[in-house]
Every structure is written in structure tokens, then in C-alpha cells.
């Protein structure tokens, strides 16, 4: 163990060296193989960006820069072995650090033992069970809205609600830094889109002042940013919704669990009544650590669409382990209101120790920590240099984050404690002082 400064972070520096750290190869040698390199032809992959990405992906296999779909075989827990070496994970969206809580696990299984592992069917037909039921009570009840269905996944609780409420004749307004699925739930609506810049109340303003307002306009935001991490100034949002007569829906994926005293999101973080929103979403797979998505609110906007919303009536319903899980990680969320506390005093102490390292963090208030780069060669060069100190921050590159705003995306929880802090932040001042910012031998 080495002191490396003032600063005290704890490395074992020697320790990188030991190892054998690479980058597993997930595609199975197929790059290896040569193929990519002689495919020609008008097959389904003959397009530009397809062509685009199999290059990249080229590259990096070629200069062991690709570092996604990691082949895990343990828990994303804070430490965990990938092909026999020790890692320090910051990219799992664990806000809570409850996977592989022993309540969670036992719920799940007793979900199977009680209804098995899927339910038949979709909602409407066998897909609801009482587990189900008495879930979305839980849940409505905690979010403080009189109703809430769930769907398999955020992403379709997006599609679900947006494509079943608007359509060719009204309009949605998004932050511009709105996510993926939102983008593609208007795109499904046909609905006009208009976007203010990000986070900008006045930008907002003008946006639905224009005449070109559709019949109904719906404005859409975040309580956390996914990519950036800053929170809605939801006050002035909700102020402008009520002025000009629009209506409003807040994506929770990263603030549902994390944000207000007891976690019960960006309303409560900011004293407003969760009435002053229409539409409440979230995800089950961050602060809550199972896999689904859901809709909160009104009463009538619920039942209007579990027989509306297309994501919700023709897929199949959340399996029981799924909801069992999700259901115990509610009740556990409740009862131990230190994991929000934790979650926020680790969150603060890791972007206060990247900003002295002199890493740009952006305008992050929260759990979620960009370090952001430029370049996407720039955030895999970086993402590998930490590996190779044992540390698991992946890339976050276009089209995700815009063209020369890559980054890694670093995420904070319950389940670290400072001396992983410490480690962390040693291999960040490791990787600065050694240079990882050299080239690769071959460019994209
Ligand atoms: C802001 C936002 N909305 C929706 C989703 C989709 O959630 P899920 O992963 O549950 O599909 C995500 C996923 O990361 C997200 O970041």
C-alpha cells in the first residue's frame, strides 16, 4: 500500500502489474477470424451504419480497446471477478445496493414457487396475478398517485404511454437531452416533437409559446439525467406547464429510489406535490433491482391504458420473480432510508474527488458521474487504461451522448464504502499521471 498524496487515496499500485487484466472477447473470435474484413456484397449489413459500426467494433477488438459485454459470473456487486481477476465496479446502476440483498432473492423465488416463472400470458389475459396487483398498490401508494400499472421494461412503459396517449395532432416537447426511449415512443406516436435545451426553463417558455403547438402538448423531462446526472429544475417546469396549459411527464428511471428524503423521487426532492405531474414513470432495474418499467398517476389514466397502451396489452406480463423482487426491494427501500443517505454521501465524495484530480465531471448533482472525454476513441482509451488498474467505468460514446461529448459514465451506491472510493479514486490519479491518453495504433 502507497499514501499517493495529501489527497490520502489508498492504491496498491503494484497490484495492476500482477495481473493479467484483458478485455474478454465476447464475439468468440470472430474478429479474429478475419470475416468482417472481407465482407462485401448487398446483404442486410450493406448500409452506412452498419458498415460504421462493424469498423469500429473492428478496431476495437484489433487494439483491445472494446470493453462491452464483459461475460460477468457474479453479482454486479461493488468487487467482482472477471476471469479470475478482482474489479471495482462503477457501472452498475445498483443505486441501492440491493442485488443479492437476501430478502430480494427470497422474494423472487417464492414469486416462482407460488406462480412460477411466467405467467401465460399477457396482462389483460393470464398475465396478472395478485403479486402483481398488490405490487402497483404498493407502489402507487408510495409515488403518491392513485394508480400504477407496470410494463417488462422502461423503455416499453415509454412506448407504452407516450404512443397511447398522443398522436399526429398534438405535440411533445422534450429536453434535449431526453432519452432513447422517449425519442422513439414520439416516433411511434407521430407526434410533432419540438426540444428545449437541456435543463433551460426560458428555453422551455419559448418552445410553448410557438403557435405550431399541436392540439395537446405534453412536455417530457427527467428526474436524473441518465447521461449527465443534473436534475429538472421541476418548479419552474411544472410552473410553465400549468401557464400555458400543457401537460407533463417526468421519466424517474434514475431519480425513482434515489432522489427525496425517502427516496420517492424528484417531487419529493423538491417539496412538489406529486399531483403536479400527469405522468410518473420509472424503471425496475436501477434503485429497484429486478427488470421492468412503470406508469404512475391518475385513476382513469391507467385504466384508459392497460386496455390502450400496445406495450402493456401485447407483451407479456412482468414474470413473478421480477415483480416479487421488485416488490421486496420497495419494501426494503422504506425501511432502511440510511441506503438513500449512503447512496448520497458516496455520490458527493466521488465527484468532489474526480473534480480535484482535474477530471471533467460536467454539471452532475447526483449519483449518476460523467467523466467526460471528447472523442469515443478518447472514453474507450480511458475505460481501458482504468481496467487495466481494475477498475469496470464503461464508455458511453455517440450516438448516445452527442459526437465529442463522450464519456464514462460512473455510478455511485449504497454499497460502496470509502476505502473503494479510495481505490477508485487512486486509479483515476494512476491512469492521469501515466498518460492513457496516447493514441491506439490503429484508428477507426
Ligand atoms: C432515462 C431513462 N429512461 C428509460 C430507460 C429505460 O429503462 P429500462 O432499462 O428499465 O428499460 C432508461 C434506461 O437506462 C433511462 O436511462
Known amino acids: ?64 480497446l472494446y470493453g462491452y459485454q464483459q461475460p460477468f459470473e457474479e453479482k454486479a456487486a461493488p468487487r467482482i471477478a472477471l476471469d479470475g481477476e478482482n474489479y471495482l465496479m462503477l457501472s452498475s446502476y445498483d443505486y441501492l445496493g440491493l442485488i443479492g440483498h437476501p430478502e430480494v432473492e427470497s422474494a423472487a423465488i417464492a414469486a416462482i414457487r407460488q406462480f412460477g416463472t411466467g405467467t401465460g400470458g399477457v396482462r389483460l389475459l393470464t398475465g396478472t396475478t395478485t403479486l402483481h396487483q398488490e405490487f402497483e398498490t404498493e407502489l402507487a401508494a ?13 423503455y416499453m412503459a415509454n412506448l407504452g404511454v407516450i404512443s397511447s396517449l398522443l398522436g399526429p395532432g398534438d405535440s411533445v416537447i422534450l429536453d434535449s437531452r431526453a432519452h432513447r426511449s422517449i425519442v422513439d415512443a414520439c416516433r411511434l406516436a407521430r407526434v410533432q416533437v419540438r426540444r428545449f435545451s437541456h435543463n433551460d426553463p426560458c428555453s422551455l417558455a419559448s418552445e410553448l409559446q410557438k403557435e405550431a403547438r399541436g392540439k395537446r402538448t405534453l412536455i417530457v423531462v427527467e428526474g436524473i439525467y441518465s447521461m449527465d446526472g443534473d436534475i429538472c429544475p421541476l418548479a419552474e417546469i411544472v410552473a410553465l406547464k400549468r401557464k400555458e396549459n400543457a401537460f407533463l411527464m417526468v421519466d424517474e428511471a434514475h431519480s425513482f429510489g434515489t432522489l427525496g ?31 421492468g418499467g412503470f406508469i404512475a398517476g391518475a385513476r382513469d389514466l391507467i385504466i384508459y391504458m392497460q386496455h390502450g397502451a400496445a406495450a402493456f396489452m401485447f407483451s407479456a406480463a412482468l414474470s413473478p420473480p421480477a415483480v416479487g423482487s421488485a416488490r421486496a426491494s420497495l419494501q426494503v427501500l422504506q425501511r ?21 484530480l482535474g477530471f471533467d465531471i460536467g454539471n452532475t448533482d447526483s449519483q449518476v458521474i460523467p467523466v467526460i472525454v471528447g472523442s469515443d476513441e478518447r472514453a474507450y482509451r480511458l475505460s481501458h487504461a482504468l481496467f487495466m488498474q481494475g477498475v469496470i467505468a464503461l464508455g458511453i460514446v455517440s450516438p448516445a451522448v452527442p459526437v465529442g461529448k463522450a464519456r464514462l459514465r460512473l455510478c455511485a451506491t449504497a454499497a460502496q464504502d470509502r476505502r473503494f472510493l479510495d481505490e477508485v479514486l487512486a486509479a483515476f490519479r494512476v491512469v492521469r499521471d501515466a498518460g492513457w491518453d496516447e493514441p491506439a495504433p490503429l484508428s477507426p
Open 261 to 291: 428524503i425517502s427516496g420517492k423521487g424528484v417531487d419529493q426532492y423538491f417539496g412538489i406535490s406529486p399531483d403536479a405531474v400527469d405522468i410518473w414513470m420509472g424503471s425496475l432495474s436501477k434503485a429497484i433491482p429486478s427488470n
Open 142 to 154: 408510495f409515488k403518491g398517485t392513485e394508480a400504477a400499472m407496470t410494463f417488462t421494461s422502461g
Open 336 to 356: 432502511e432510508p440510511e441506503r438513500i443517505v449512503a447512496l448520497r454521501r458516496n455520490a458527493a465524495y466521488l465527484r468532489s474527488g474526480l473534480i480535484r
Open 1 to 64: 500500500m502507497t499514501r499517493q498524496d495529501s489527497a490520502s487515496y489508498v492504491v496498491e499500485e503494484s497490484e495492476a502489474s500482477r495481473t493479467g487484466r484483458k478485455f474478454q472477447d465476447p464475439f468468440q473470435g470472430y474478429f479474429e477470424r478475419g470475416q468482417q474484413k472481407g465482407r462485401t456484397g448487398t446483404d442486410l449489413l450493406d448500409h452506412h451504419a452498419a458498415r460504421a459500426w462493424l469498423r469500429v467494433i473492428r478496431w476495437g477488438m484489433e487494439t483491445g
